[in-house]
C-alpha cells in the first residue's frame, strides 16, 4: 500500500538545519507568573542541560536516578515521603541535537512554597557536598537494567529507538553496549558528573501560583525577578 501511493514520490533536496546551542544562564533569575485562584505553587528550576549524544549521558542517568528519576529518589524523598510538602517531585533531562533543558518540578500549597524551595536547594546542595555512596551507585546501577528491557519490548518500541539512531547520529551500541558502561561507573565519575551538569549556584526559576501570597518569598532565590500574569499573551 505504502509503495503504491508513495511510490513515484522523487526525492528532493533536504534543506540545511542548523540548531544553536542555548547558552546556559549564569546566576539566578525567577519568572513569576500570577494565577490568583490558585491554592498551590507549581515550580520548575533549572538550566540547559546535554544533548542525546553526550558522552556522559549514561552516567549522567545514573546520577539522575538517584537524584530526581524515581519514586525512592532523593528530591521525592524529602518533599514527598519525609515531609509531605508535595504528591512528586522529580529532575529530568531532555536530552535533544542541541542541549536541551535540566529541570526539577514539583508543587506545594501556597504557604509551604518557601519550605518546599528551601528544601529542592538543600537536595541539590547535599548532592554536590556529600555524592553519593557506593551502595546507592549499586542500586541505581540495578535499577535502571531492570527497567531498560521493557522499553525496546514491541516493535513499536524498537522502530522509534531506530528513528532515534539515525535522528541523532547513533548505533546498536546504545543497547549493546549499555549495561558494559553502567558497570564501569565509578564513584568518582559519579562526582565528576555531579559537579559538572548537576548546577547548584546557576539556576532559573519559573514559579506559577498566587502571586499576592508568594512574590515575597520569590524575591529571595534570584537576584533578577520578572512578573506576568497568567492571563497575558502567551499564556
Known sequence: MLTEKF???AAGPAPAV???DATPF???????VDKPDSTQTFFVVGNVGI???NPDRV???VI???FGGRFTSMLNSELRIKSGLTYGARSSFSERKAPGPFSISTFTRNETTEKAIDLMLDVIKRLHEKGITEEELKSAKAYIKGQFPPTIETNDQLAGTLVQFDLYGLDESEINGLYAKIDSMTLADAQRVIKQYFPLDNLVFVLIGKAEEVKKVAQKYAQK????SINQPGF
Open 7 to 9: 511510490g513515484g514520490w
Open 225 to 228: 525577578l520578572d512578573s506576568k
Open 64 to 66: 539522575n536516578t538517584l
Open 59 to 61: 552516567f549522567i542517568n
Open 18 to 20: 542548523t540548531t544553536p
Open 26 to 32: 549564569s546566576g539566578r533569575k525567577l519568572l513569576l
Open 51 to 53: 544533548k542525546r549524544t
